[in-house]
């Protein structure tokens, strides 16, 4: 006690009690917060560290991304090369494509349309742009994780993130930089929750908007990634002040962003776009017992802690191992969060933030914290109502997996901003840079390894220097082997019909790939059997265009010739 006055010290970081600050509890009634510390302009020496880190950051995903999934490319993402370069190409609405409900319009094949619109249809691209989406991921990421501070403390917290998502397991890898696989819907979910950090309708507010809308219209699961959290924790803000004004700018915005999305949808429709096949097929009873039961042990597997279907990337077991740090790390603070946020709902208060350095462009720290909290959740639920099965749908948890993370470092920084003793200062150090460096020794191993060649692109180099520029073949070696050549060799898929006979397959500009369209050759993965009358081979190519002339048995696919050109005349569209 001072002069009859006593000295309040803060609480700690993970303080279960919520104890609201004065200059929050003046504006509690109408859920405004008060003024914070004024914003600060990025200097100009922050732009030349942030524009070489982030270019450094970009090529340091590119490379993994090149070691984890070069053999993984596949004509999914093909096909979206495909569409954006439909896009660039003026046909914007992707008329005549019948695509599945995850269409990816408003998000890979955008970054697609521009990619292409540059540089053409290249192979490559089917790495690059991954990497890129995976980049902006970590860079987003950790603007978040700063928690609107400054100094040492957002640094902690930014390399956090980097630290998880940057050095990445093999198998988080595989899904972080798989090509479209939803990690850009959680990108544009990142974004829309820095638009709504504020209680405030502006543009971050119209922002967030915009990105979920955009975000439903190309998948889903934009759904449980963003607009639900939005909701609840719009919901959450306003039982916490007990004022439903502290709510209404997250609310708003995940109603508005459906309702938005809705008449964008109905639009396209009626100006002839592309129309949605069948959708994503939930599961069984028994497969979310199991997806339930298993949910620790699939989440290690993304972390390292386990086998996977993906392999470990060479990386050896006690470098995996460190990985349990995360995992614990994860754990813990997503906990935190769930009782921090239950707490408050229930007692109606807010956690109060250390005071320190800010940059003052968050004055309710809280509010992201939710966000994230209600993301993680959602996107655990997502994995257990789609997953068919728990070692094939780990990238149903990656989203999981890319929150907690961003919400770890938000509470790194938290942790680092508050006063502790130095022997634990130094001990969090200890343990940080003794993580980050066992796993930049594990990047470095996958990194070491041989980066595989896709079969595709042997497949498409045959193909060019034999003159067989015009083809059709099975989904999965037709539009890979079109973007692998560069569109010097095209390739459009087809399937077989109710009578066993070859008709376009759905995904594609159908029939415009088609009518009026011959071909020289038809090609088919080798390990399909030749009597085969459920996918492309020699039984249904013959049944279709009579026996070939030629065969070549190539790169492990089968290329069929025939002497003069042949057609597809039936375009069914079929999923």
Partial sequence: MVSGNFIRQPPAPFDPVDIPRPETDRSA???????????RRVTRRGWL?????AALLLAWMYAVTVHANSAAVNSDGATVVLQGQAVASGNVLLHGWILSLDSWWTLDVAFYALATAVTGVRGDLLLVVPALIAGLVVIVGAVIARRGRRGAAAAAGMVTVAAVLALPTHTLATYLMGGPIHVS??????VAFLGLRRNHFGWGWLMAVLLLAAGMLGDLQMVSYGVVPALVAGFAAAARRRSIRAGSAAVSAAVCSVVLALVVRALVVALGGFTLGATNRMASAHQVLESVTHLALVWGQLLGLGDSINGSGGVPFALQSVHIVVAGLLATTLTTGIVRLLRGVWHGTVPPDPPGPTSGDEPEPWRLDDLLVVAIIASTLNFVI???????????????VIFGAVLAGRYV????????????????????????ACFLAASAVQLSQP??????????????SHGLTSGVGDFWAASLTTVESGNAVSIRPVGPGPDATLEAYNKGDDPGWFAGRSFQFAVYPSTTAASSTTEVSLRTASATWGRPSTTYDVAGYVVLVWPHPVAVTRYEPRI
Avoid: I, N
């Avoid at 819907?185 to 990142?190: F, P, Q, R």
């Fill in 29 to 39: 009634a109408s859920g405004t917060p008060a003024p914070a510390t004024a914003p």
């Fill in 49 to 53: 560290l942030a524009v070489p880190g």
């Fill in 185 to 190: 819907t959680v990108l544009y979910a990142l």
């Fill in 386 to 400: 789609l997953a068919a099965s728990t070692t094939g749908s780990l990238r149903y948890l990656t989203a999981s």
């Fill in 413 to 436: 920084t938290l942790w680092w901003s508050a006063d502790h003793p130095a022997v634990q200062r130094r001990t969090a150090v200890a343990v940080g840079a003794f993580a980050t």
């Fill in 451 to 464: 980066a595989p060649s896709p079969p595709a692109v042997r497949l498409a180099a045959f193909l060019e």
